[in-house]
C-alpha cells in the first residue's frame, strides 16, 4: 500500500446517524417557489408587537451588549417567576430553579443533556416534534416512542403501552403539552398519573410547555395546566418553555428551563458550553413582553381561536379527512383516510397546488397518515390554503 495515500477523517457516526427534517426538507422545496402558501412552520405571520421591539432597542442603547450570567439575567428569571405565580399559581426561586437559554430549542437540548447517558432509553409520547429524540439520540441514547392513540375526537395516553416500554435503562418522558402537533393538551387526570409514573419509576420527566399560553379551553388567556402546579420542588421533572409562540419572537431565539434546583445548577453550568448566555439585549426585551404583554397575547389567541375553527369547519368538509378539534397549540392534525405516504402527499401538494404543509411522517410513530396544518396564519394566506386542498384532495 502506498503510504502516501490518506485516509481522510469523516463525520462522527453518531451525527451521521441524525435525520434530515422532513419539515424542513418542504421547506427547502418551498423557499425556491413563488406564491406558496406557507404553512409547515410553527410560526405566525404575526410580526413582533412594537412595544417588544422598542425594548430591544432601548436596551442595545442602555448597554446591554456583554455577557449576562450563565443562566441569564437575574432581572429576567425574576419576572420570569412573577409570571408563573400570577399565570400558574406556581411559586419559584429565581435564583435556584430558572435557566434562561437561547430559544426553547435550545432549553430542549440542555435539559436533555443534563440526565442522559450513553446507553440510556427515554420514552417520548408521539406523534411529538421530533426535536427531543433526536436530541436524546444525539447523546447515544435509545428513543423509544409511545403512541397516543386517537379516541374520538382527541387524543389519549396509552397507559398500558407506557407502562410496557418501561426497561432498567430507562431514564426520562418526555411529553409535549399543548402538543406539537396534535394540540392534545394533558389532563389533571394526565398530569397525576405521569408524576406518579416517574415517581415509581425512578424516573425523570421533560415537559415541554412552549404552547401553554395557546389554550383554548379555559377563559380567554388562561394558560394550559402546568405540570408544575402539581410537581413537588423535589420531583425529577423539567420544563421547557420559550417566548416564541405566544408574544410572536420565533426570530428572537430566547426561552428558558426551569427544574429541580441541582439540575437547574447544572444546566446554567452546561449554558457555558454551547451559548455562553442568551443576549442580553434580548433578554430585556422578554421582561417587557413578560409585563406588558398580556393583551397582546388576548387578541392574538382570540385571532387563533377564529382561524382554528375556520380551518378545522373547511377541513370537515372535504373527503378522506378526519380532524380532530385541537384543544392548544396552534396546529391541525387532521388522519388522510388511506394515506401512506404523506411526505409524498406534500409534496405533490406543494408543487400542484403551492400549499406548504408539514407531513405527519415526520412527528414519529403514529404520525404517518396525517397532516399538520399550522393555522396561525392570516386570514390571506388560509381562506385560498383551503380552497386549493380541498381541490388537490378532490382529485388525489
Not at 117 to 124: A, C, M
Not at 210 to 229: C, H, M, N, T
Not at 341 to 362: H, N, Q, T, W, Y
Amino acid at each position: 500500500m502506498d503510504a502516501r495515500i490518506r485516509v481522510m477523517p469523516g463525520i462522527a457516526e453518531i451525527v451521521q446517524r441524525v435525520p434530515y427534517s422532513r419539515v424542513r426538507e418542504i421547506a427547502e422545496m418551498a423557499f425556491k417557489m413563488d406564491g406558496v402558501l406557507k404553512l409547515y412552520f410553527g410560526e405566525s405571520t404575526e410580526p413582533t408587537p412594537a412595544f417588544i421591539k422598542q425594548a430591544a432597542v432601548k436596551a442595545l442603547d442602555d448597554g446591554f451588549t456583554f455577557y449576562t450570567a450563565n443562566a441569564g439575567l437575574f432581572s429576567l428569571r425574576q419576572a420570569i417567576a412573577d409570571h408563573y405565580l400570577r399565570i400558574h399559581q406556581v411559586a419559584l426561586d429565581p435564583a435556584r430553579e430558572i435557566v434562561v437559554t437561547a430559544s426553547g430549542v435550545q432549553a430542549l437540548n440542555t435539559t436533555v443533556r443534563c440526565v442522559l447517558d450513553p446507553g440510556d432509553e427515554v420514552l417520548v409520547l408521539s406523534p411529538s416534534w421530533p426535536n427531543a429524540g433526536t436530541m436524546a439520540a444525539m447523546s447515544d441514547a435509545k428513543v423509544i416512542e409511545v403512541a397516543q392513540p386517537l379516541v374520538g375526537d382527541h387524543f389519549e395516553i396509552d397507559w398500558d403501552a407506557l407502562e410496557a416500554a418501561v426497561t432498567p435503562r430507562t431514564k426520562l418522558l418526555v411529553y409535549t403539552s399543548p402538543s406539537n402537533p396534535t394540540g392534545w393538551v394533558a389532563t389533571d387526570e394526565d398530569q397525576n398519573r405521569l408524576l406518579e409514573f416517574i415517581r415509581r419509576h425512578d424516573l425523570w420527566l421533560l415537559a415541554d410547555e412552549v404552547y401553554d399560553r395557546l389554550w383554548f379551553q379555559g377563559p380567554l388567556g388562561e394558560a394550559a395546566p402546568s405540570i408544575l402546579k402539581k410537581a413537588t420542588r423535589d420531583d425529577a421533572v423539567m420544563v421547557v418553555q420559550s417566548f416564541s409562540k405566544a408574544y410572536c419572537m420565533t426570530g428572537w431565539r430566547l426561552g428558558y428551563a426551569i427544574a429541580r434546583a441541582d439540575a437547574a445548577k447544572k444546566l446554567g453550568q452546561l449554558n457555558e458550553y454551547t451559548v455562553s448566555n442568551a443576549a442580553g439585549f434580548t433578554q430585556k426585551a422578554c421582561e417587557t413582553a413578560l409585563a406588558q404583554g398580556e393583551p397582546f397575547v388576548h387578541e392574538f389567541l382570540a385571532k387563533l381561536r377564529a382561524n382554528r375553527d375556520f380551518c378545522v369547519d373547511a377541513m370537515r368538509s372535504m373527503p378522506r379527512l378526519t380532524v380532530p378539534r385541537p384543544d392548544g397549540a396552534f396546529y391541525l392534525f387532521p388522519r388522510v383516510e388511506g394515506l401512506e405516504d404523506s411526505f409524498e402527499f406534500c409534496k405533490r401538494l406543494l408543487e400542484e397546488k403551492r400549499v406548504g404543509i408539514a407531513p405527519g411522517m415526520a412527528f414519529g410513530k403514529g404520525g404517518e397518515g396525517s397532516l399538520r396544518v399550522c393555522y396561525a396564519s392570516d386570514r390571506s394566506v388560509l381562506e385560498p390554503a383551503m380552497e386549493r386542498l380541498s381541490d388537490f384532495l378532490g382529485a388525489y
